[in-house]
């Protein structure tokens, strides 16, 4: 894994850390350099180290801000540091890693959560010298004075993209900037955000002045990343679910047609929640207008949410967790509220009474048990978790796994919140969940978004998107359990002709664009005053390697001298970081099972006339690859294609629009291209009460 080039790792050596713990690597190195001289926001790539960075700029501030309060005449409290992690097993996590990492006594080194009343942490403040928490624990003390963060000399947000908005991290670094007297801010995320927008307020928030990307592509980590293999599995809506769903879409359909004629409802591409939710913004301003036609309109539009949310869990999710959302439902039912309205519609009541009666015949079901069984029939001492997006599905998932014969020890793992008759999980339990699947006393985990984001799992080496997420730092993520320390595949299972398929373009949208803003906002920002000698900043870090020790800055420059050839110009080094183009990783798509359709049977959408049909008896299937579309033009924003072949002719182009499509999974395809905006891009609601997490903001329960 690590560098080819040199029998054994080199390691890296500083008085306040744990001997040969911390292995020598180039990019690490310069970005402690670029930490130390200015609050730096850092974006790597899961897996490639950003928390042994952040353990390094620890240890270094502290040692430097001891000398400099140990030398002030004036009477001070001792320099403290701070790191903030959104979830309860982050904080675990970094607890221990700190012991290890850390030449700190054991008291010195806190970690803190909601679980400790307010009352009895004002004693670990006043011992501590790290203290790690959740950012609501850290606000609520600030603002009831238990906690002063003047003396805390650096602050260390992980998983920083949710220092937006009023989330607890953004409301932590807007104290700490109010607050401390010798500030340094140091944030860490592999996936800032998708937008201008975003980023900016993650900079605006923490005070950044510095971003520091890599890429996995780039030649300084590329040797230290594992190859993962990503794959995309399309499945087929079974018939059966076709068929109990039929009248529910037809149902929809004719609502949507009475909320279009009164002027509500603009269709792009589709029903969507989005389309609905805009209508239900005309509805309110009709009804404040006084326009009485608006409050029918209303329920209308409050229906038809209803089913499309229910549609997708039938037909992308399961069988099992549409009943339950209908149960659910009927249990919360009331007198003549919108709930008992829903269900008394007479498509619905048919819907729930055939649910109770069917099997559950859901294709990803028997997909999730096929993989899990394969990798570990394979190679039984891995670890292979599911990520499910509703704790429905995370409980049919586990009754499904469950019954596989052979070593399988299967797992949840979700939040701490209730869910109805569902209880969470306790700090506790999900500490000693991941414990056991660590040391294999379990080896499948099944998790809601609570599992995303930082946990480190040495062995997971496969992981199932039980659906694709929209959000392009969920999906980060998640991919991001795997390949860690050795290699991993990741599967995505799409159900055909559903959302899955435009949230899956969308994501992908998202991150590509994502690569792009980070450079753009980067470009823009004012850039910090440059230090003189920055090589001072990392003076106290020396490198063993091949029985010699050399210090850091030397052994960026022979690492930046020894890959020169590949980095030509620009080394993407801190000073002087290289612009490569945005990447995503490239996943595969495959099919199971799809339905065969004879090329006679499709009628393309710009035939005219019967007359118009192709013989397609002697022609050749013609697919449509992504390749392909890439080649002859790119959808553009608008629905318009933007140019493409510069040869052919205006003739060629109009004639060649004219032949059938004869592939009628391009053409699905180019739908969900052409809807993904409408149906992802605008935040797509939460679809059921069994939903885990804030959609990737993911706050804790503190």
Same mark, same amino acid.
């Given at each position: ?5 040199l029998?054994?790792?080199p390691?890296?050596a ?10 020598a ?47 002030s005449s ?10 903030v ?17 850390l030449?700190?006594?054991e ?7 909601g679980k400790i009343?307010?009352?009895k942490?004002?004693?670990?403040? !006043?011992?501590?010298?790290l203290v790690?928490?959740t950012?609501?624990?850290? %606000? ?16 260390v947000?992980d998983?920083?993209?949710h220092?937006?908005g &009023?989330h607890a ?30 980023v900016?307020?993650?900079c605006?928030r ?5 971003i ?5 592509? !780039?030649p ?8 993962? !293999? ?7 809506i ?7 769903a ?7 359909a004719e ?6 004629r ?7 591409g ?15 301003? *009709?009804? *404040? ?12 539009n ?7 949310a229910?549609?997708?869990? #039938? ?17 919360? *039912? ?11 519609? =007479? ?14 015949v ?13 990798k #570990?029939?394979?190679?039984? &001492? ?18 499904a ?7 399988i020890?299967?797992?949840?793992f ?5 869910r ?18 660590r040391?294999g ?7 809601t978004s ?5 946990l480190d799992?040495?062995?997971?080496? %496969? ?25 991993? !595949? ?24 994502m ?13 910090p005053?440059?230090? =003189?000698?920055?090589d ?5 870090f020396?490198?063993?390697?091949a ?16 890959l ?5 110009h *620009?080394?993407?080094?801190? $000073? ?9 990783p ?10 065969? $359709?004879?090329?006679a049977a499709?009628?393309p ?7 118009e049909?192709?013989d ?6 013609m ?8 080649e ?12 493409? &072949?510069?040869?052919?002719?205006a003739?060629e ?5 004219r ?14 291209i ?8 605008g935040n ?8 885990d ?6 706050q804790?329960?503190?």
């Open positions: 894994m690590a560098e080819n080039h029998s054994m790792p390691s890296v500083h008085p306040l850390l744990s001997a040969e713990v911390a292995q690597r180039a990019y690490q190195l310069d970005a402690v350099r670029a930490g130390l001289g200015a609050n730096t926001l850092l974006v790597l790539p899961t897996g490639t180290g950003k928390t042994p960075i952040a353990w390094m700029v620890v240890a270094e501030r502290l040692r430097e801000m001891r000398e400099i309060y140990d030398s004036s009477k001070r409290n001792s320099p403290w540091i701070l790191m992690a959104p979830t309860n097993p982050l904080v675990v996590q970094h607890h221990r890693d700190a012991s290890t990492w030449e700190l006594d008291s010195e080194i806190v970690a803190l959560t009343t307010p009352d942490r004002q004693p670990f403040y !006043d011992e501590a010298t790690i928490s950012p609501q624990v850290i %606000r609520n003390d600030v603002n009831s004075g238990t906690l002063s963060l003047a003396d805390c000399v650096l602050l947000a998983e920083a993209h220092s937006t &009023n991290m953004a409301q932590v670094g807007d104290l700490y900037g109010e607050s401390a007297t010798s500030p340094l801010v140091l944030a860490c995320t592999a996936s800032p955000g998708s937008t201008e927008q975003q900016n307020e993650v605006d923490l005070t950044i002045e510095r520091i990307a890599k890429r996995s592509s !780039d300084m980590v590329s040797p230290y990343q594992q190859s993962m !293999d990503i794959i995309e599995l399309r499945l087929p079974h018939d059966e679910i076709i068929a109990v039929a009248p529910l879409n037809e149902m929809l609502l949507a047609q009475r909320l279009q009164q002027g509500f409802l603009v269709i792009k589709g029903i969507s929640t989005r389309a609905l939710r805009d209508a239900q913004q005309r509805i309110s301003q *009709a009804i *404040a207008a006084g326009r009485n036609t608006a409050y029918q309109a209303a329920r209308q409050a229906d038809a949410q209803r089913m499309v229910l549609l997708y869990l #039938l037909q992308g999710q399961s069988v099992n967790s549409a009943l339950r959302h209908l149960e659910r439902l009927e249990s919360n *039912a009331k007198g003549s509220n919108s709930q008992s309205r829903f269900l008394a519609i =007479p498509q619905v009541r048919e819907l729930l009474g055939q649910l109770r009666a069917m099997e559950e859901h294709l990803k079901i028997p997909e999730v048990k096929r993989l899990v069984s394969e #570990l029939r394979t190679d039984p &001492n891995s670890r292979v978790i599911v990520f499910a997006t509703w704790r429905d599905s995370v409980a049919m998932l586990i009754e796994l469950s019954e596989i014969k052979g070593e020890k299967v797992e949840r979700v939040g701490q919140s209730n109805d008759n569902e209880k969470g999980m306790t700090q506790k339990e999900q500490v000693e969940t991941l414990d056991r699947f040391s006393e379990s080896n499948v985990l099944v998790c609570v599992g995303e984001e930082g799992v040495p062995s997971a080496d %496969r992981v199932i998107f039980y659906e694709p997420v929209a959000s392009e730092i969920r999906t980060i993520q998640r991919r991001g359990r795997t390949a860690r320390h050795r290699e991993g !595949d990741v599967y995505v299972l799409v159900s055909e002709d559903t959302r899955d398929v435009g949230v899956r373009y969308a994501a992908a949208a998202r991150e590509a664009r690569n792009r803003v980070i450079e753009k906002v980067r470009r823009r920002r004012r850039p005053r440059l230090n =003189p000698n920055p001072s900043l990392i003076e106290q020396r490198v063993s390697t029985g010699e020790e050399v210090p850091a800055a030397q052994f960026i420059d022979d690492e930046f001298a020894r020169q050839p590949e980095l030509g *620009a080394d993407g080094l801190m $000073m002087r970081e290289h612009k490569p183009d945005p990447e995503v490239t996943s595969r798509i495959m099919r199971r099972d799809a339905p065969k $359709m004879t090329p499709l009628r959408k710009t035939q005219l006339s019967i007359t049909f192709a397609t008896e002697n022609e050749a299937p697919e449509v690859s992504r390749a392909t579309v890439a002859n033009g790119e959808k553009d924003g608008d629905g318009g294609l933007t140019k493409g &072949n510069d040869n052919e002719n003739q182009s109009e004639e060649k629009w032949l059938p499509v004869l592939d009628a999974r391009d053409e699905d395809t180019a739908r969900a052409d809807a993904a905006e409408d149906l992802v891009l797509i609601q939460d679809l059921g009460e069994g939903h997490g804030d959609s990737g903001k993911g804790s329960s503190d």
